[in-house]
DNA sequence: GTCTATACGAAGATAGAC
DNA sequence: GTCTATCTTCGTATAGAC
């Protein structure tokens, strides 16, 4: 409620959303978190008074918001093709930058769900159902049909998601640029005429 | 090379295998293969020199080899459509029956590598790579030009992969359903007239 | 190939002071 | 909010016998 002015909880949450990415859930332990953030031992209980499991969760929830925010701001022009493409080619720069390291918090939380964290999977679920609710809107707004729109958007997170997979375990774009074209055609064949968007040619990342 | 009678060797692999699809690479202990598998302690060492990271590593070979296999199977007929219908037919089942808690053991590989296992990734990446070039060879042999077959096999696994853990998350078939619709018309509408597949009117599963 | 025992380290969590 | 122990559990790995 009330932010510090050195945020050692927010700062550990956004270096746990950022180890669970690039390494799963296993290497996401709180001293390497500490580590990671900097922030100080003695307060990680006070801050997280269900300890390693509600940090997790509370980076899936922060991972969750940042990349519904981007949906966000990349949708604002109205046109659902742009927006996805612009999602695809966000996520292929992130991915080479980091030289193939950086992944999706909420795929590793999912993944990792067992008895030391089952509510993992509640959280993640909780985050894709946003997302999807989010892009429906998108291509609903966009012409679409409610019940395509729906189908749409659940299969451009999940082949999104897949994709990223493939791309850190082979380092390399190739599954993302497969993915962000295929979907691309796919889009513009299902939407109705975009307005001002009649030259198709060369629009994909 | 010479198996034996009550091959515990190949118990651990195959229940390293299941672990690591259902609860991840974090939950894939050593003790928890030996209770799953009924493996004796003693000889763990004997068979894997290299320890748990072996174990896992030969884990997500095998689990590539059982999905080579059955892509091959289901490829017979020659119809790509109909063989990644049954695809997603397949895990479908898969899902549900085991109440969600099934997944793939090499998207888990792939999430958690890290300097604890490095080259999980490398083996997940050989994994997929197969995957690829397998799918690649069905849909260019259904008469799809190279270049394309390519990036829609790659398309495919990737979505494929990531339904799967959308699905685990929600506890619900929705994701895999909507990628198996989308991807059952976009192969209908990309590969050339199919021999005695004229009607196209509800086949996806 | 299999056994028991044990060393060793990593990590989660708690207690009580400041 | 933060600190320093400390307890405890778990898991990897090794040693040496059978």
């Known amino acids: 409620m009330s932010p510090r002015r050195s945020d050692s909880r927010g700062r550990m949450i956004s270096s746990a959303a950022v180890l669970l990415g690039e ?3 296993g290497a996401t332990s709180i001293d390497r978190v500490l580590a990671h953030s900097g922030a100080p031992r003695g307060s990680v209980y006070h801050h997280f008074p269900e300890g390693r499991t509600q940090l997790i969760d509370e980076a899936v ?4 918001d940042v990349m519904a925010d981007r949906i966000a701001a990349v949708s604002r022009t109205g046109d659902p093709v742009a927006a996805i493409d612009a999602l695809f080619a ?3 720069s992130r991915l080479i930058d980091s030289g193939f390291r950086a992944g999706c918090p909420v795929v ?3 993944v990792a769900a067992d008895e030391e964290g089952p509510q993992w999977a509640d959280s ?3 985050v894709f159902t946003r997302w999807q609710t989010t892009l429906t809107d998108v291509l609903v707004a ?3 049909p409610e019940t395509r729109g729906r189908r ?3 299969f451009v997170i999940g082949a999104f998601e897949g994709a990223v997979v493939l791309c850190r375990a082979e380092r390399s774009p190739a599954p993302l640029d497969a993915a962000a074209a295929e979907i691309h055609d796919l889009l513009v064949h299902a939407l109705p005429d975009r307005p001002g968007a009649a030259a198709d040619a060369g629009e994909a990342p």
């Open 124 to 126: 993640a679920a909780e």
């Open 90 to 92: 966000l996520w292929r």
């Open 108 to 110: 590793a939380a999912a």
């Open 61 to 64: 929830a922060f991972a969750g």
């Open 23 to 25: 390494q799963g859930a």
């Open 142 to 144: 966009g012409g679409l």
């Open 152 to 154: 749409l958007a659940a």
